[in-house]
């Protein structure tokens, strides 16, 4: 297993500024042959059966913690260099869990393109979703006519890799990704952030929790073309409004519980080799992400059949004809490429994951330019002057025209570097070579 890492700097605070701390360089290393070459040595840490390298005492390994992930990589870079052999149980390679990391993204761009139709990737080393898929029942999970050679006996589709995981992958992402329909989405995502914003002050006890609702609010607008509100619902001091809307906030706890969940058991190499060698037992904290797993399941595949069954009786209004849900339902209908069923878990995981992943990067947004004022006030007036000149409503409302790159390219530097700077997780990338072996800086890593 390789991973490409994106600790090209840790990120230290001063003087209220984000600023950046350099990180080693690459050395000479002699070849047998005797010719010199310029570039990492292969530097192997320590590591044990079933525990790896999480033993920082055995291994040297910086202690890992989700509250310094960044810092994590970059002291890991800083310590062992550009190219680094240690292990992970539950992402790396066997009893030690063997895995790579690289810095190097043309390097890494080997591994990738060894890969061919079906590469490999992070998603599949989530084996608690997995597990929790297989024992809700999840249709996305079918049994393998034979076992794999790592004994696995079944095909999670998309959470696997290939053409099952090809054939949900594509499903989803069409209609998702076009710019055309994206524009269609818009409307309705406007409409659920400014709600959101209106009640912003109400939220300043829990930043956090402001932002998971917001992005579940918009991320519905997306998938149901309606309007939530759960932001504004969950601040009401009307018992009768909270009541109404309360399976809105169980699906965004229950959403958040499953990633912290995971989060934490990925610490315990324990966790790992429980539901490896006795996959009958459940931890407790594997029974407690299963609880938050079928909250989400039960919620999320309620709202996606009520939209279903509407829509078979005609009774969807304008936006919610022109949702991702609606063109799925026409898309699975006249293709057949998916099952009903099929396409409605599809939806679920995105309605799932959009959750956390929107409201952490929407959150690391916020973070860096409050930490810079002077490129949060170059990005305010860039959009006061873009949404004069090409808003709605004679210039008061938000569009595509205004958030686009020519408009307002400042905008768009400012999500980039955000990303570059914390992306969703610390390691960029993560593949297998899978299909053959690859050599990187001069070193072979073995199929």
């Given amino acids: 297993m390789l991973s490409r890492s994106t600790a090209k700097a840790a990120i230290g605070h001063g003087g209220g500024k984000s600023r950046l701390i350099p990180t080693t360089s690459t050395i000479h290393r002699l070849k047998s042959s005797g010719c010199p070459v310029t570039g990492p040595i292969l530097k192997k840490v320590p590591t044990l059966p079933f525990v790896g390298s999480m033993i920082p005492q055995h291994s040297g390994v910086p202690e890992f913690q989700m509250s310094r992930q960044y810092e994590f990589n970059s002291e890991m870079r800083q310590k062992f260099g550009e190219f680094i052999h240690f292990g992970v149980p539950g992402f790396g390679v066997g009893l030690y869990g063997h895995m790579y990391t690289i810095f190097d993204p043309n390097e ?14 992070l998603i599949e080393k989530l084996w608690q979703w997995r597990r929790a898929m297989l024992e809700s029942g999840s249709v996305l999970v079918s049994k393998k006519d034979s076992s794999s050679s790592d004994g696995e006996s079944h095909d999670y589709g998309l959470f696997d890799k290939g053409e099952g995981w090809k054939r949900h992958r594509t499903f989803l992402q069409t209609g998702m990704l076009d710019p055309v329909a994206a524009r269609g989405f818009l409307p309705g995502i406007v409409l659920a952030a400014e709600s959101a914003s209106s009640v912003a002050p109400l939220h300043s006890h829990n930043v956090n929790e402001y932002m998971n609702y917001t992005a ?30 309360k399976e809105n906030e169980q699906f965004v706890i229950a959403a958040l519980g499953v990633f912290e969940k995971t989060n934490a058991m990925n610490l315990f190499p324990l966790e790992f080799l429980m539901a490896k060698f006795f996959p009958w037992y459940k931890t407790t904290k594997y029974q407690a992400l299963q609880d938050d797993w079928d909250t989400v399941r039960d919620i999320g595949l309620r709202l996606i059949y009520d939209f279903v069954d509407r829509y078979d009786r005609d009774e969807l209004d304008e936006m919610e004809k022109a949702s991702y849900l609606a063109g799925a339902i026409e898309r699975q209908r006249e293709s057949n490429d998916i099952t009903r069923d099929e396409m409605a878990e599809l939806c679920l995981i995105a309605l799932f994951v959009g959750v956390d992943t929107t409201s952490s990067v929407t959150a690391w947004n916020l973070v860096h330019l409050a930490l810079n004022p002077e490129c949060q006030e170059k990005l305010h007036a860039e959009l006061m002057e873009s949404l004069n000149a090409k808003g709605s409503n004679g210039g008061t409302r938000l569009n595509a025209d205004v958030i686009g790159k020519k408009v307002s390219p400042y905008l768009h530097l400012c999500f980039r570097e955000s990303h570059r700077a914390t992306p969703a997780f610390s390691a960029a990338m993560w593949k297998g070579n899978s299909h053959n072996e690859v050599e990187i800086h001069g070193e072979t890593l073995p199929q």
Avoid at 108 to 121: F, L, N, Q, T
Avoid at 218 to 238: I, L
């Fill in 216 to 245: 579940f609010d918009m991320f519905c607008s997306f998938m149901f073309g309606k309007q939530m509100n759960t932001t504004s619902t969950s601040v009401s001091t009307d018992p009768t409004v909270r009541g109404e809307n």
């Fill in 108 to 121: 890494m761009a080997k591994v990738v393109r060894s890969e061919g139709a079906y590469p490999s990737g």
